[in-house]
DNA sequence: TTCAATGTTTGTCCTGGACAAACAGGACGT
DNA sequence: ACGTCCTGTTTGTCCAGGACAAACATTGAA
């Protein structure tokens, strides 16, 4: 299909590998060894690109670069782990049909799939939806996708309609203007919506008044954004997939621009890991998201 | 604010401006000159990164960078024009109100504005309101946000919100399951799902049975997902925004990765300029889109 | 006016060096 | 055995400055 090749900025793209990492690597570990076109540039043959993304995923899945280069098809045997501790014990608590509703997806039954959601919102009310069906299901289609069991195509696929059920869910909700103002939204980076629908799903039944921005907000953004509305609380998701390494970072300096009176809350799979900060609230669970709420409230008479 | 300031990667992100021109620049411009924190690495400025942000907004206008940087206050002169030809012949026609949405959303009244698009939707319909209300507000909103007079998280409310309401009105559709079934998606550096939900909604209330799988699908994942989804039409959406010179050549490889048998349909704005090509169904307009739906039923009886 | 040839601007890629943060592993004391 | 500190290694990101081709502007001819 394409002869060519693909140039490092196609691979930077398909891989999330950047271009700086990709030189590095080549200069010192000798792994991918692209071809070159007549002026000398990169060009990536398909299967090289193919190895790339395998190597990212486990890495992902907190492999070290430098081992799993060396080890030719090792690294196949080498897919199944991380699941040791959730997942083993995750199964047994299952038993909720979860199982049952990724496989409509994997058989790619957009009708199926939203008739059974919707059964389960209305059997199990918002809030338990969102914690004990939505929030786990993205879970186990993220490993999924991690793991290869998992087409790019499905997995969009499953978002965009949870997406919907959600806004759906939410848009039924009566307009909450009791509590705090919260605007939500994602940095640079981090395109995925889901962990904020399903937050703005538990704080709007709340009463909350939440103000949602979308994804991908510079920082500055988010600064006069919050000014503009008067936000009392700037809500932050971070996906698992984000680098992990950058949150604190950014954190930090969105603390910096916003007003102290502002507060930082972010909350995510992404945060798990990322250690407390001063004068930002880590939110670990949608429970400690609610008690966070009330809190607010207990201060803001 | 932040003493600190924005090391190279932050301005990246927040600007939009690759490391490799933000240094090139310097270099050769001599404008964005950081400071440097004590390991030699560049430090920007909160006020130089707003400058970036600004020539960044005009470049995307059109202007090219060597003119942009020289000049230190005329910038802001420069920020009205790019309206030559249709806002001129399109503010007289207006009229429908459409500013007094616009104006809802600059004044961040969000339940406001929903309101306002509720009322519309009901009195207009469905198809009406597409094209009458969502598309040309949509282009409003693209230009005011081209010159200036948006602010970028005014433009991600304005997506955000209006998303919500097609996906609610299409939710409310009863599940077509007469008509071809349709792919709908958008090219990878595509994120704009506007026009993808505004064809959603009017092939929907055709009866068509509609596939949405989000943005951003890499080419080869289209083709395996038409396959897994037996469609009988891929559709996609250009954005204004998106670089119009690399459309025929993605089309053409999207073409060959289909089977013959699937039709291959291109809309939205960007598709305008674009010229007409074998095996391609070019959209210019939503009665376009409509008119082709039938003419597809008309030959697969 | 339209089109082709020429010059200029501009983004991206290159090499090879450097450094600090993250990590792994061992030594030590409890 | 367990936790804590220290040390060496791994790894991502940044830097400088050179090069080139694609995009753009401009000029001149048909």
Redesign the interface.
């Known amino acids: ?1 394409n002869p060519p090749g693909f140039n490092i900025a196609a691979v930077e ?2 891989t999330g590998l950047s271009k700086d990492v990709l030189r590095v690597w080549e200069r010192r570990y000798g792994f991918p060894v692209p071809d070159r076109d007549v002026n000398g540039e990169r060009l990536y043959p398909a299967d090289q690109v193919e190895r790339l993304r395998l190597i990212k995923r486990l890495m992902d899945q907190g492999h070290r670069p430098g081992k799993l280069i060396a080890a030719p098809a090792e690294e196949l045997t080498a897919l199944a782990p991380r699941r040791s501790r959730r997942a083993e014990s995750a199964a047994p608590t299952d038993a909720s049909g979860l199982t049952d509703l990724q496989a409509l997806i994997k058989q ?1 039954d ?2 199926g799939y939203l008739q059974a959601m919707q059964q389960r919102l209305a059997r199990q009310g918002l809030q338990r939806f969102v914690q004990d069906t939505v929030a786990p299901l993205t879970r186990q289609v993220g490993e999924a996708w991690e793991d290869g069991s998992f ?4 997995e ?2 499953f ?3 949870t ?2 059920l959600l ?2 869910a ?2 039924a909700l009566p ?1 909450g203007s009791r509590g705090p103002r919260v605007l939500l ?1 994602s ?3 981090e ?1 995925h919506i889901l962990g904020l629908l399903m937050a703005e799903a538990l704080l709007a039944l709340e009463g909350a008044e939440c ?4 994804t991908q ?6 600064g ?2 919050a000014a ?2 008067r936000a009392d609380i700037v809500g932050l998701s971070f996906s698992i997939a984000f680098p992990q390494r950058q949150i604190p ?1 950014l954190l930090q ?1 969105l603390r ?2 916003l007003p102290t009176a502002v507060e930082l809350w972010a909350g995510g799979a992404g945060i798990l890991r990322t250690p407390q900060m001063e004068g930002i609230l880590k939110l670990d669970t949608f429970d400690a998201a609610i008690a966070a709420l009330a809190d607010w409230r207990a201060n803001h008479p």
Do not use: W
Not at 151 to 154: A, P, S
Not at 211 to 214: A, D, E, F, V
């Open positions: 299909m793209r398909d790619h957009a009708a087409e790019v195509f499905e969009h696929l978002t965009e309609l997406k919907r806004r759906q939410i848009a307009s939204t940095v640079p980076d395109p103000i949602p921005l979308g907000m510079p920082l500055l953004e988010i006069r954004a503009a509305h970072g300096q910096l621009i």
